[in-house]
């Protein structure tokens, strides 16, 4: 009964259909059917039938008539596809509006349900039927066709419903490939929502009744079968959705029967205990037909099923639309929970399994959510062990999935799986699955989160910390030490901050016992049993400060979340309180903590951290001040113990946050700092005074150059947030400074910074130091000298009369010289790597080593590209960035592309010059690097590399063709300029030594309009003089770039005229350019070369107006282009020779103009549509 497609069709539009219901030639009008007569040939008399066809459905549809007003107009719905695409009354009534009319009359009511599944596929046709009893067997399975008739221009589609054969006709319609079922909208939506509601309801409503009769049920399903084996989208789609929806609610009611088939079978014998010997019972009986009536109906309900499953599902759950296979997936999945005892087995599991692979994540995440809500239930979990095996490997390697929904559910599923079943997930597959609390994508790391917490961290049993004193500990100290193993074990220390974020909604609670975490760093050995190691105290003090900003910012890390999200007002007030318990907390415990850890430089620098999630109005108001002074004398004392750059830097930044002049303690804070300065100072100028009396020997003393050292350090770290200017740092700096470029060996690094007001002196002395021995000295005068030209160059676009005088020698032409050299030698300059035999750790530190390095090139040549963009230095510069684009992409790829980006957006004609520039300085290169006597090597490395350039030059453009033409239109220019630049001999038959580059911008050529394309053709052909001069294998680069400008185009005639020189183009090779009318129509084509200009000459002349509109807005585009790109019109061509050959050419080239305008008619019209 399935129809067999013979051949592709075109989707179906979306209107209603027009309806012809036609029966058997015994049926009458007058018994509510439609006849249609063999003899009835005259198409009035078919008119009059078919009006009698409409005239009956509509009054056997009056009772559902659903008005709606729309556009001032009220509109009726008749048909069932209008009642529920409105959705006005409630789906049941609608059903027993259907049921009664069915009660009826059923055939003209099936014919209605049938039109409404042919409309819901948004066919815009006609239906009509004929009765399957008047036909031989041998001309049913001839009509079971889908075919198309040329003639007409209509798609047949003829298909077994039984007792008929459907005949659907609709208009090919190409352009149209939209649906109800595919449309978006909250209309769309509920229409799709309310098509699943109305066939539900369906079946609920006839299971009592209609259901069984042998022939609703056989009819609906051979129509949704023989729809869904159709070649056409919308059909295959709209019913197989109706198919699994149907199926649904007929397990539905299979469950049910099944469940009142039990209770008859124990009322029958419950009943038959009961009576005593051969004596017959009424009710024994009446027990015994309602249990044979229900397993005669179960029986039936069966047979629906599996013709349902055979005939739509086995062919559907495969198709090639992962809409269909999407939706065969879920339903399958709503069957297996809702009757387990049928369809929970291996013959339907496993088609899940099976669509675990697929290509498409919509279906594969239909599978996961699925198996999620089977997991879930511990009474299926035993059944599955069989799929659990097949597929359990499949499953625990899709959290790598490249969609992140789908990787989301699967870790979801894991940890179903891990919790229903048991030792179902190795040690190892736990311990890959944990690691996913890493990852940047919070969604997948909140579901590993999961995972890990409750397998690791939320044991049953586990018993609180028993409170010491009067602290009460909430949160379990077994717990806190199993996640501080695991941060270790997990080798990924600098991610802690992911790690409590993945966390946090599940074990936020346990996060936030602060109480218990510093109490377990307090202890001693001697108070309990085992006390922390110091790997263990340095991890929870890391986690310690995570837990701190996650719960003061609210908000992921860096790197996870495109954004701060935005509270709400409860999440607002969480965070309040939070800020509150941190507060209150660390105040009275952090000096303790300072004091026990103060030589520990990486336990310290995390601790210094904490204050500034403070709410320091809380000193005031809970007369904590003697807190604040321990705090301080702690800072204090580090700052003295230390010289790590980190320790004082977050010693200063703490001081810097203490001292808010809004808040009360400022006073307090104030007064410290000045006095922890004033001791810093004193130091300093004691060693620099004891050093600058013994001058001569000051290299033999290397202790009180270390001592120095320290003082600088400690002075530099708080004058990077505090302002220092009333102890004169500059005068001392300044002298060591001259000292070091005398005699070097002096601490220079931390100098600079004190020298940063004094920029004139300044920035000779960090010119001086681009070359200093020390890589640290010679990189932080670089980015210093890039700051500080950045900030000069913002103040002089703000009229500053001081920037402006500064300005006077910044930046000079040998500044930028050094600038650009310092970036070629120190960041694109490859070292040499030694090859040396490492052990396992040595590679690891080497590993970690070339990290570091990678990151600081890269903070240099962001600092340089900003001069770049900021026009603080030429725009011209970049081109020597560019070169190094490919060979480092995956190093400074994204720096160079954001630096191409930003000198585009702000000067589109200079960054195409930039880039034009770069490839000719590349080309130069090479043609220096080739012999003389030989020509350029088109297949060598460096002509490769240059091609491979300019094509990803190109790619940055994009798409949108239009917003870059300038751009593109100046490269191909300055291009063609270069190309043909130096070329002797004033016929031009001389060969150019730079024409192989036109190989290279040949690139660029698919980001030019059509239109532009013309007008760069006759740009290149002014160039040359005469076609006879382009033969031999040295002219290939001008004929590829030509090639490449007449890609798919039909336009020789346009620039040579009748000349036929260019033939080595291979014309015949080119494919004909689609061509498009003003009107929309599609002239015929010819099936021969010869004849290949019939259909252009042919449409001219039946649509002359069309191409009289056609020249004028050729004219129009020609004069557009022209004022858009004037560097490239006719008027604005400057030939580098011949100009006297040129003069005597003009007129024939007006000619030829003329003759392209005509040739080019059609042509432009399809290009302006197109573009």
């Given at each position: 009964m399935i129809?067999?497609?013979?051949?592709a069709?075109n989707?179906?539009s979306?209107?209603?259909?027009?309806?012809?219901?036609?029966?058997a030639?015994?049926s009458?009008?007058?018994?509510?059917?439609?006849?249609r007569?063999?003899?009835l040939?005259t198409?009035?008399?078919?008119?009059?039938?078919?009006?009698?066809?409409?005239n009956?459905?509509?009054?056997s549809?009056?009772?559902?008539?659903?008005s709606?007003?729309?556009?001032?107009?009220?509109i009726e719905?008749?048909t069932?596809f209008?009642v529920?695409?409105m959705?006005?009354?409630?789906?049941?009534?609608?059903?027993?509006?259907w049921?009664?009319?069915?009660?009826?009359?059923?055939?003209v009511?099936?014919?209605?349900?049938?039109?409404?599944?042919?409309?819901?596929?948004?066919?815009?046709?006609?239906?009509?039927?004929?009765?399957?009893?008047?036909?031989?067997?041998?001309?049913?399975?001839?009509?079971?066709t889908?075919?198309?008739?040329?003639?007409?221009?209509?798609?047949?589609?003829?298909?077994?419903?039984?007792?008929w054969i459907?005949?659907?006709?609709?208009p090919v319609?190409?352009?149209n490939e939209?649906?109800?079922?595919?449309r978006?909208?909250?209309?769309?939506?509920?229409f799709?929502?309310?098509?699943?509601?109305?066939?539900?309801?369906?079946?609920?409503?006839?299971?009592?009744?209609?259901?069984?009769?042998?022939?609703?049920?056989?009819?609906?399903?051979?129509?949704?079968?023989g729809?869904?084996?159709?070649?056409?989208?919308a059909f295959?789609?709209?019913?197989?959705l109706?198919?699994?929806?149907?199926?649904t609610?007929v397990v539905?009611?299979?469950?049910?029967l099944?469940?009142?088939?039990h209770?008859?079978?124990?009322?029958?014998?419950?009943?038959?205990?009961?009576?005593?010997?051969?004596?017959?019972s009424?009710?024994?009986?009446?027990?015994?037909r309602?249990?044979?009536?229900y397993?005669?109906?179960?029986?039936?309900?069966?047979?629906?099923m599996?013709?349902?499953?055979?005939?739509?599902?086995?062919?559907r759950?495969?198709d090639?639309?992962?809409?269909?296979?999407?939706?065969?997936i879920?339903?399958?999945?709503n069957?297996?929970?809702?009757?387990?005892?049928?369809f929970?087995n291996d013959s339907?599991?496993?088609?899940i399994?099976?669509?675990?692979y697929?290509?498409?994540?919509?279906?594969r995440?239909?599978?996961?959510l699925?198996?999620?809500?089977?997991?879930?239930?511990?009474?299926?979990?035993?059944?599955?062990?069989?799929?659990t095996?097949?597929?359990k490997?499949?499953?625990?390697?899709m959290?790598?999935?490249?969609d992140?929904?789908?990787a989301?559910?699967?870790?979801?599923?894991l940890?179903?799986?891990?919790?229903?079943?048991?030792?179902?997930?190795?040690?190892e597959d736990?311990?890959?699955l944990?690691?996913?609390?890493?990852t940047?994508?919070?969604?997948?790391?909140?579901a590993?989160?999961e995972?890990?917490?409750?397998?690791?961290?939320?044991?049953?049993?586990?018993?609180?910390v028993?409170?010491?004193?009067?602290?009460?500990?909430g949160?379990?100290?077994?717990?806190?030490?199993?996640?501080i193993?695991?941060?270790?074990?997990?080798e990924?220390?600098?991610?802690?901050?992911?790690?409590?974020d993945?966390?946090?909604d599940?074990?936020?609670?346990?996060?936030?016992?602060?109480?218990?975490?510093?109490?377990?760093?307090?202890?001693?050995?001697?108070?309990?049993?085992?006390?922390?190691?110091?790997?263990?105290?340095?991890?929870?003090?890391?986690i310690?400060?995570?837990?701190?900003?996650?719960?003061?910012e609210?908000?992921?890390?860096v790197?996870?979340?495109?954004?701060?999200?935005?509270?709400?007002?409860?999440?607002?007030k969480?965070q309040?309180?939070?800020?509150?318990?941190?507060?209150?907390?660390f105040?009275?415990?952090?000096?303790?903590?300072?004091?026990?850890?103060?030589?520990?430089?990486?336990?310290v620098?995390?601790?210094?951290?904490?204050?500034?999630?403070y709410?320091?109005?809380?000193?005031s108001?809970?007369?904590?001040?003697?807190h604040?002074?321990?705090?301080?004398?702690?800072?204090?004392?580090?700052?003295?113990?230390?010289?790590?750059?980190?320790?004082?830097?977050?010693?200063?930044?703490?001081?810097?946050?203490?001292?808010?002049?809004?808040?009360?303690?400022?006073?307090?804070?104030?007064?410290?700092?000045?006095?922890?300065?004033?001791?810093?100072?004193?130091?300093?100028?004691?060693?620099l005074?004891?050093?600058?009396?013994?001058?001569?020997v000051?290299?033999?003393d290397a202790?009180?150059?270390?001592?120095?050292h320290?003082?600088?350090?400690?002075?530099?770290?708080f004058?990077?947030?505090h302002?220092?200017?009333?102890?004169?740092?500059?005068d001392?700096?300044?002298?060591l400074?001259?000292?070091?470029m005398e005699?070097?060996?002096?601490?220079?690094?931390?100098?600079i910074?004190?020298?940063?007001?004094?920029?004139?002196?300044f920035?000779?002395?960090?010119?001086?130091f681009?070359?200093?021995?020390?890589?640290?000295?010679r990189e932080?005068?670089?980015?210093?000298?890039?700051d500080?030209?950045?900030i000069?160059?913002?103040?002089d676009?703000?009229?500053n009369?001081?920037?402006?005088e500064?300005?006077?020698?910044?930046?000079?032409t040998?500044?930028?010289?050094?600038?650009?050299?310092?970036?070629?030698?120190?960041?694109?300059?490859?070292?040499?790597?030694?090859?040396?035999?490492?052990?396992?750790?040595e590679e690891?530190?080497?590993?970690?080593?070339?990290?570091?390095?990678?990151?600081?090139?890269?903070?240099?040549?962001?600092?340089?590209?900003?001069l770049i963009?900021?026009?603080?230095v030429?725009?011209?510069?970049?081109?020597?960035?560019?070169?190094y684009?490919?060979?480092t992409?995956?190093?400074?790829?994204?720096?160079?592309?954001?630096t191409?980006?930003?000198?585009?957006?702000?000067?589109?004609?200079q960054?195409?010059?930039?880039?034009?520039?770069?490839l000719?300085?590349?080309?130069?290169t090479?043609?220096?690097?080739?012999?003389?006597?030989?020509?350029?090597?088109?297949?060598s490395?460096?002509?490769a590399?240059?091609?491979?350039?300019?094509?990803?030059?190109?790619?940055?453009?994009?798409?949108?063709?239009?917003?870059?033409?300038?751009?593109?239109a100046?490269?191909?220019?300055?291009?063609i300029?270069?190309?043909?630049?130096?070329a002797?001999?004033?016929d031009?038959?001389w060969?150019?030594?730079?024409l192989?580059?036109?190989a290279?911008?040949?690139?660029?050529?698919?980001?030019?309009l059509?239109?532009?394309?013309?007008?760069?053709c006759?740009?290149?052909?002014?160039?040359?003089?005469?076609?006879?001069?382009?033969?031999?294998?040295e002219?290939?680069?001008l004929i590829?770039?030509?090639?490449?400008?007449?890609?798919?185009?039909?336009?020789?005639s346009?620039?040579l005229?009748?000349?036929?020189?260019?033939?080595?183009m291979?014309?015949?090779?080119?494919?004909s350019f689609?061509?498009?009318?003003?009107?929309?129509?599609?002239?015929?084509?010819?099936?021969?070369?010869?004849?290949?200009?019939?259909?252009?000459?042919?449409?001219?002349s039946?649509?002359?107006?069309?191409?009289?509109?056609?020249?004028?807005r050729l004219?129009?585009?020609?004069?557009?282009?022209?004022?858009?790109l004037p560097?490239?019109?006719p008027?604005?061509?400057?030939?580098k020779?011949?100009?006297?050959?040129?003069?005597?050419?003009?007129?024939?080239e007006?000619r030829?103009?003329?003759d392209?305008?005509?040739?080019?008619d059609?042509?432009?019209?399809g290009?302006?549509?197109?573009s």
């Open positions: 129809a067999e497609p013979n051949t069709c989707l179906p979306q209107k209603e259909n027009a309806v012809c219901d036609e029966t030639p015994g009458a009008v007058q018994n509510g059917t439609c006849v007569n063999g003899n040939k198409p009035r008399e078919k008119r009059k039938v078919r009006e009698q066809c409409e009956i459905r509509r009054n549809s009056s009772s559902r008539r659903v709606q007003l729309q556009n001032g107009e009220v719905a008749v069932l209008e529920v695409s959705g006005k009354r409630a789906m049941q009534s609608v059903v027993d509006d049921v009664e009319a069915y009660k009826q009359d059923r055939n009511a099936l014919l209605d349900l049938i039109n409404f599944f042919i409309q819901c596929s948004g066919c815009q046709g006609m239906v009509t039927a004929e009765m399957f009893q008047s036909l031989h067997e041998k001309d049913v399975m001839r009509k079971m889908e075919t198309f008739d040329e003639e007409t221009g209509l798609q047949y589609k003829k298909f077994m419903a039984y007792p459907l005949t659907v006709t609709w319609d190409m352009d939209d649906y109800p079922l595919i978006t909208g909250p209309y769309w939506k509920k799709k929502a309310n098509f699943c509601e109305f066939i539900a309801v369906l079946v609920q409503q006839c299971q009592c009744s209609i259901l069984y009769d042998s022939y609703l049920m056989d009819t609906v399903i051979s129509l949704l079968t729809l869904a084996d159709s070649m056409v989208r295959r789609h709209t019913s197989t109706a198919a699994m929806k149907l199926l609610a539905s009611v299979h469950l049910n099944d469940v009142n088939k209770n008859a079978q124990r009322l029958y014998e419950v009943e038959k205990k009961r009576i005593s010997g051969k004596r017959t009424y009710r024994l009986e009446q027990l015994e309602k249990r044979k009536e397993e005669h109906k179960l029986l039936d309900i069966q047979n629906m599996n013709a349902i499953f055979k005939g739509t599902f086995l062919t759950y495969r090639v639309i992962p809409e269909i296979r999407a939706t065969c879920e339903e399958i999945c069957w297996i929970k809702t009757y387990p005892d049928a929970l339907y599991l496993k088609y399994g099976w669509m675990l697929d290509k498409q994540a919509e279906v995440l239909k599978c996961l699925g198996l999620q809500g089977i997991y879930s239930r511990k009474d299926l979990v035993s059944r599955m062990d069989l799929f095996s097949r597929f490997e499949r499953i625990v390697s959290p790598l999935d490249k992140h929904e789908v989301v559910q699967a870790m979801k599923l940890m179903l799986m891990s919790q229903n079943c048991e030792d179902i997930l190795s040690a736990c311990e890959m944990s690691q996913f609390v890493y940047t994508h919070r969604p997948l790391a909140v590993a989160g995972f890990l917490y409750k397998r690791l961290l939320s044991h049953e049993g586990d018993k609180e028993q409170p010491k004193g009067e602290v009460k500990i949160a379990s100290a077994d717990q806190l030490k199993r996640l193993r695991f941060f270790l074990e997990s990924l220390h600098k991610h802690v901050a992911y790690l409590i993945s966390l946090w599940w074990a936020g609670k346990f996060l936030k016992d602060w109480e218990c975490m510093t109490s377990l760093l307090l202890e001693n050995a001697d108070e309990d049993g085992e006390a922390l190691s110091d790997a263990h105290q340095s991890a929870l003090i890391e310690i400060l995570a837990t701190v900003r996650e719960a003061a609210g908000h992921p890390p790197g996870r979340g495109a954004a701060k999200k935005i509270l709400s007002v409860k999440e607002k969480i309040l309180e939070d800020c509150t318990k941190i507060t209150e907390h105040i009275v415990v952090l000096p303790e903590l300072l004091a026990k850890y103060s030589t520990d430089v990486q336990k620098t995390n601790l210094l951290q904490i204050p500034q999630y709410d320091l109005d809380v000193y108001t809970g007369h904590l001040e003697k604040l002074d321990a705090l301080l004398r702690e800072i204090k004392d580090i700052v003295a113990k230390h010289s790590d750059i980190s320790v004082l830097e977050a010693s200063s930044r703490t001081y810097c946050i203490l001292c808010n002049e809004e808040i009360a303690i400022y006073s307090q804070v104030d007064q410290a700092r000045t006095q922890l300065i004033d001791e810093l100072m004193e130091e300093l100028n004691q060693l005074g004891s050093f600058w009396q013994k001058e001569e000051f290299c033999t202790a009180e150059i270390s001592r120095i320290s003082a600088l350090r400690r002075v530099a770290a004058h990077n947030a302002d220092l200017t009333k102890w004169n740092l500059y001392k700096t300044l002298r400074l001259v000292f070091e005699h070097g060996n002096l601490p220079v690094l931390e100098t910074f004190a020298l940063r007001r004094e920029l004139r002196r920035s000779q002395i960090c010119m001086s681009l070359h200093h021995k020390e890589k640290d000295v932080k005068a670089f980015m210093i000298l890039c500080w030209l950045l000069l160059s913002h103040r676009s703000n009229n009369e001081e920037a402006v500064l300005l006077d020698c910044l930046p000079s040998s500044l930028q010289e050094k600038l650009l050299l310092f970036i070629q030698e120190h960041v694109f300059m490859e070292e040499e790597e030694e090859s040396k035999d490492m052990t396992e750790e690891r530190k080497d590993e970690s080593c070339k990290l570091d390095d990678l990151h600081e090139k890269r903070s240099l040549l962001a600092a340089y590209c900003k963009v900021y026009n603080v030429e725009m011209t510069a970049a081109a020597e960035i560019y070169k684009y490919v060979k992409y995956n190093d400074f790829g994204d720096i160079i592309k954001e191409l980006s930003k000198t585009r957006h702000s000067n589109k004609i960054s195409a010059k930039t880039l034009i520039l770069c000719q300085q590349l080309f130069q090479h043609i220096g690097s080739q012999e003389s006597s030989s020509g350029v090597d088109f297949s490395a460096s002509f590399n240059m091609k491979e350039l300019a094509r990803r030059f190109s790619l940055t453009f994009g798409w949108d063709q239009v917003k870059s033409r300038e751009s593109v100046m490269i191909h220019k300055e291009g300029e270069f190309a043909f630049q130096g002797t001999g004033g031009g038959r060969l150019p030594p730079n192989s580059f036109l290279i911008i040949s690139e660029f050529s698919n980001k030019l059509k239109p532009d394309k013309r007008l760069v006759a740009y290149l052909q002014r160039y040359i003089a005469e076609p006879l001069s382009c033969r031999g294998d002219w290939q680069p590829w770039y030509r090639n490449s400008l007449l890609a798919n185009e039909e336009e020789e346009c620039i005229g009748s000349s036929g020189e260019w033939s080595l291979g014309t015949s090779k080119m494919p689609k061509r498009k009318l003003s009107n929309g129509s599609l002239p015929e084509t010819s099936k021969t070369e010869a004849a290949s200009k019939a259909p252009d000459l042919q449409c001219a039946q649509l002359p107006s069309a191409a009289g509109k056609s020249r004028k004219k129009s585009r020609e004069m557009h282009l022209q004022e858009h560097f490239l019109s008027g604005g061509l400057q030939r020779y011949c100009k006297e050959e040129i003069k005597t050419e003009d007129a024939s007006e030829q103009a003329e392209t305008i005509e040739d080019v059609v042509d432009v019209v290009a302006d549509q197109d």
